[in-house]
């Protein structure tokens, strides 16, 4: 019990924690190296009318990337599906349509890995705009 006290042996168990404490702390590190910071997502724009709705613009954007469709046709544009990386952290969709009547409705939605992330919804008669952002940044 007395050679444990002594300076020899302390500065030996010291030198061994001092190791063992190193040691742990670069396996730690190295396991948050492997995750992965963006993510890929599958993302659809959508666009529908009700009844007798007349397009006038669509306008799409993913980062800094826009798009503008003018007159589309139907009552339903879609973009297709594409794949979006969350680096380009924002995406944005806006359109404008000719209601005709007071019951007519216009919806934009945001579609990422096959779920409504983001909608908007007008109602009303004349040339109304509907707009919907989504970002990928957790705030």
């Not at 190193?22 to 910071?37: F, Q, R």
């Not at 544009?77 to 019951?103: I, K, R, Y």
């Amino acid at each position: 019990m007395k050679q444990f006290y002594k300076s020899k042996s302390l500065f030996r168990l010291s030198f061994l924690f001092v190791a063992l404490f190193s040691l742990i702390t670069v396996v730690n590190s190295c396991k948050d190296d492997d995750e992965e910071e963006f993510q890929d997502h599958v993302v659809q724009f959508e666009v529908k009318g009700s009844q007798n709705v007349v397009f006038k613009t669509v306008v799409t954007q993913v980062g800094t990337d826009q798009n503008t469709i003018y007159d589309p046709t139907g009552t339903l544009w879609t973009s297709g599906e594409f794949f979006v990386s969350s680096s380009q952290s924002q995406l944005n969709l806006a359109a404008n349509a000719e209601l005709p009547n007071p019951d007519s409705q216009l919806i934009v939605s945001i579609w990422i890995d096959g779920e409504v992330a983001k909608s908007d919804t007008v109602t009303g008669t004349g040339t109304l705009s509907a707009a919907v952002t989504h970002s990928f940044l957790e705030l």
